[in-house]
C-alpha cells in the first residue's frame, strides 16, 4: 500500500472511529404500516419536558443545525444517536429506538419492502456528485462495462447501492450476476478498498473526498444524472401518532430545512465548520460540500415517482423480497413548514 493510501485509511478511520455503533437486535418489522398516521398537534409550550430522539451520522444533522445556529431556539431537547449509514437508521425508527432521522434516496425503499413502521415525512436534494464507484488510483477500470466480473464493496440499501445498480443497468450488466457485491459499512469498505480485497468502492460524501485528497482513488462514475441525489427525513409512526411528538417533528424539520439553506447559501463557512466537527482536511470538506450539500424540497408527485422507479429497479434486479409502494410510506404532512426554505423539484 502506498504511503498515501495509508494516509487515506487512517483519515476515514479517525472519522469513523466517532460513530457509535448502534446495538438492534433483529430485523425490521413485518407488520402491516402503510396505513395513514393521524396528524393531531399540541400547543408549542407544551413541549418543554419532550426530548426529541434523533438519529445522525457523523458529521450530519446535528452538525448542520448548529452551524446553522438552528438547535439554539427549539421548545424542547433534542437527543442525538449515531449511526454508520441510513439502514440501521430505518431499523432504529422501525424499532421504536428514534423518532426521526435524515437518509439517502435508498434506505427508506429498503425500509418500505420490509414494511417498517415509518414515514417520510420531509425531502432534500442534491445532483448526486459525491455518490461515486470509487477505483483505486493504480486501477486500469476506465469504465463502468470494465467492472464486469469484478467485486465491488457497498453498504447494502445505501444511496451508494442505488447508485451502483443503476451505473450497472446503464451499462446493461447486472448485479450479483455480472458484478460481485460485497456488503459492507464504510470502515470494513475502506479496509477492503485499501487492501485490494475488491476492484471497486460504490461510496458517498465525505468518504470520496477524504479518500480522493488522501490516496489519489479516482472516480470511475459519478451519480449526476444517473440517480436523483435526493436525501429523506424518515418519522417513526409511534412518534407521527403521538400530539407532542408529531408537533415537535414539524418544528424540527422546519429548522432544518432551515439549516439547509443556510448551508446551501454559505457553503465555505459551513465546510469549515463540517471539517471542524469530523476532523477531515479543510479542502476535503469543501470538495464535499460543494457537491453534497442538500437544500430542502417539498415532496410532490415527482419525488414519490422518482423514488418509485428506482425501487422497481431494485426488485427488478432481485434485491428486494417484493416491490414496495413508496406512496405508501409518504407523509406530506409538513410540507407547508417546509416550503418557506425549499428549492423547486423542476
Given at each position: 500500500?502506498?504511503?498515501?493510501?495509508?494516509?487515506?485509511?487512517?483519515?476515514?478511520?479517525?472519522?469513523?472511529?466517532?460513530?457509535?455503533?448502534?446495538?438492534?437486535?433483529?430485523?425490521?418489522s413485518?407488520?402491516?404500516?402503510?396505513?395513514?398516521?393521524a396528524?393531531?398537534?399540541?400547543?408549542?409550550?407544551?413541549?418543554?419536558?419532550?426530548?426529541?430522539?434523533?438519529?445522525?451520522?457523523?458529521?450530519?444533522?446535528?452538525?448542520?443545525m448548529?452551524?446553522?445556529g438552528?438547535?439554539?431556539?427549539?421548545?424542547f431537547?433534542?437527543?442525538?444517536?449515531?449511526?454508520?449509514?441510513?439502514?440501521?437508521?430505518?431499523?432504529?425508527?422501525?424499532?421504536?429506538?428514534?423518532?426521526?432521522?435524515?437518509?439517502?434516496?435508498?434506505?427508506?425503499?429498503?425500509?418500505?419492502?420490509?414494511?417498517?413502521?415509518?414515514?417520510?415525512?420531509?425531502?432534500?436534494?442534491?445532483?448526486?456528485?459525491?455518490?461515486?464507484?470509487?477505483?483505486?488510483?493504480?486501477?486500469?477500470?476506465?469504465?463502468v462495462?470494465?467492472?464486469?466480473?469484478?467485486?465491488?464493496?457497498?453498504?447494502k440499501?445505501?444511496?451508494?447501492?442505488?447508485?451502483?445498480?443503476?451505473?450497472?443497468?446503464?451499462?446493461?450488466?447486472?448485479?450479483?450476476?455480472?458484478?460481485?457485491?460485497?456488503?459492507?459499512?464504510p470502515?470494513?469498505?475502506?479496509?477492503?478498498?485499501?487492501?485490494?480485497?475488491?476492484?471497486?468502492?460504490?461510496?458517498?460524501?465525505?468518504?470520496?473526498?477524504?479518500?480522493?485528497?488522501?490516496?489519489?482513488?479516482?472516480?470511475?462514475?459519478?451519480?449526476?444524472?444517473?440517480?436523483?441525489?435526493?436525501?429523506?427525513?424518515?418519522?417513526?409512526?409511534?412518534?407521527?401518532?403521538?400530539?407532542?411528538?408529531?408537533?415537535a417533528?414539524?418544528?424540527?424539520?422546519?429548522?432544518?430545512?432551515?439549516?439547509?439553506k443556510?448551508?446551501?447559501?454559505?457553503?465555505?463557512?459551513?465546510?469549515?465548520?463540517?471539517?471542524?466537527?469530523?476532523?477531515?482536511?479543510?479542502?476535503?470538506?469543501?470538495?464535499?460540500?460543494?457537491?453534497?450539500?442538500?437544500?430542502?424540497?417539498?415532496?410532490?408527485?415527482?419525488?414519490?415517482?422518482?423514488?418509485?422507479?428506482?425501487?422497481?429497479?431494485?426488485?427488478?434486479?432481485?434485491?428486494?423480497?417484493?416491490?414496495?409502494?413508496?406512496?405508501?410510506f409518504v407523509?406530506?404532512?409538513?410540507?407547508?413548514?417546509?416550503?418557506?426554505?425549499?428549492?423547486?423539484?423542476?
Amino acid at each position: 500500500m502506498s504511503a498515501g493510501g495509508f494516509r487515506g485509511r487512517a483519515t476515514v478511520l479517525v472519522v469513523l472511529a466517532g460513530i457509535l455503533a448502534l446495538a438492534l437486535s433483529g430485523c425490521v418489522s413485518k407488520e402491516d404500516s402503510t396505513g395513514a398516521v393521524a396528524d393531531a398537534s399540541v400547543d408549542p409550550a407544551q413541549l418543554a419536558g419532550l426530548t426529541l430522539r434523533v438519529g445522525d451520522q457523523k458529521g450530519g444533522t446535528e452538525s448542520l443545525m448548529r452551524a446553522a445556529g438552528e438547535l439554539d431556539s427549539l421548545p424542547f431537547k433534542v437527543e442525538f444517536s449515531t449511526f454508520t449509514s441510513g439502514p440501521p437508521e430505518i431499523e432504529a425508527a422501525t424499532a421504536g429506538k428514534i423518532d426521526f432521522a435524515v437518509t439517502g434516496n435508498t434506505p427508506p425503499i429498503f425500509g418500505a419492502a420490509s414494511n417498517a413502521k415509518i414515514k417520510i415525512v420531509s425531502a432534500y436534494t442534491n445532483n448526486a456528485g459525491g455518490d461515486v464507484i470509487l477505483v483505486p488510483a493504480g486501477s486500469t477500470l476506465t469504465s463502468v462495462e470494465q467492472l464486469k466480473g469484478k467485486k465491488v464493496a457497498v453498504a447494502k440499501g445505501s444511496s451508494a447501492h442505488g447508485n451502483l445498480l443503476e451505473q450497472l443497468g446503464k451499462a446493461n450488466l447486472k448485479l450479483g450476476t455480472d458484478v460481485t457485491p460485497v456488503f459492507l459499512q464504510p470502515a470494513d469498505a475502506l479496509s477492503a478498498f485499501s487492501s485490494g480485497a475488491v476492484d471497486a468502492w460504490a461510496i458517498w460524501d465525505p468518504y470520496t473526498a477524504i479518500v480522493q485528497q488522501d490516496s489519489g482513488a479516482k472516480i470511475l462514475a459519478s451519480g449526476t444524472g444517473v440517480v436523483n441525489g435526493y436525501g429523506f427525513g424518515i418519522a417513526s409512526n409511534e412518534a407521527l401518532a403521538d400530539a407532542k411528538r408529531n408537533t415537535a417533528l414539524r418544528i424540527f424539520v422546519e429548522h432544518l430545512a432551515k439549516a439547509s439553506k443556510w448551508a446551501s447559501a454559505n457553503v465555505e463557512t459551513w465546510s469549515q465548520q463540517y471539517a471542524k466537527a469530523i476532523g477531515i482536511d479543510p479542502q476535503a470538506a469543501l470538495a464535499a460540500q460543494q457537491r453534497s450539500v442538500r437544500p430542502a424540497i417539498e415532496i410532490d408527485d415527482t419525488v414519490v415517482a422518482s423514488e418509485q422507479k428506482l425501487a422497481d429497479a431494485f426488485a427488478a434486479a432481485g434485491q428486494l423480497d417484493h416491490k414496495p409502494v413508496i406512496a405508501d410510506f409518504v407523509d406530506k404532512r409538513f410540507n407547508s413548514a417546509v416550503a418557506p426554505y425549499a428549492v423547486s423539484t423542476q
